[in-house]
């Protein structure tokens, strides 16, 4: 396990810059395309998986859920011209250390609306958010 972790940030940064994941099948994707569950696995070029944040995606109800990496989250998203936004987010929860990093640049990307790089890793869909000064890298579980 160790072995994968270690390899994720670089896969990450090989994924992005050097062209080893393939663009997806449009520009964006839609609020049904990403409709599911996603894990957070790198955030800014570091393995973040130990700490599980995840996230939901309800396009009926136009929803996000999951776990930010202190505590749950909850709140409104939309799709607005290629970036997935989250409002009415309920308070975050008291935490210490890379769970509250990692807590604060996932909000905080939502809260903006980090742009969104539809990409593919080994045929998969990945979910890439860019915004604030931060990468997310999401993959289905």
């Known amino acids: 396990m160790k072995s994968k972790r270690m390899l994720a940030m670089p896969l990450a940064a090989a994924l ?3 062209g ?3 663009p997806g099948a449009g520009s964006t994707y839609t ?3 990403i409709a599911g569950d996603w894990n957070l696995e790198v955030l800014d070029n570091r393995d973040v998986t130990g700490l599980k944040p995840r996230m939901r995606i309800d396009a009926a109800g136009s929803r996000v859920s999951g776990f930010d990496a202190c505590g749950g989250l909850d709140g409104e998203i939309v ?3 290629s970036r997935l936004q989250a409002s009415r987010m309920n308070p975050t929860v008291a935490c210490d250390g890379r769970a509250q990093a990692v807590r604060d640049a996932f909000r ?3 809260g903006v609306g980090g742009r969104m790089l539809p990409v593919t890793r080994e045929g998969k869909p990945l979910l890439v958010l860019e915004g604030a000064g931060h990468t997310l890298l999401f993959a289905r579980p």
């Open 16 to 18: 992005l810059a050097a």
């Open 20 to 22: 080893c994941a393939s």
């Open 31 to 33: 609020l049904g395309e």
């Open 79 to 81: 799709v607005v011209q």
């Open 108 to 110: 905080l990307v939502l």
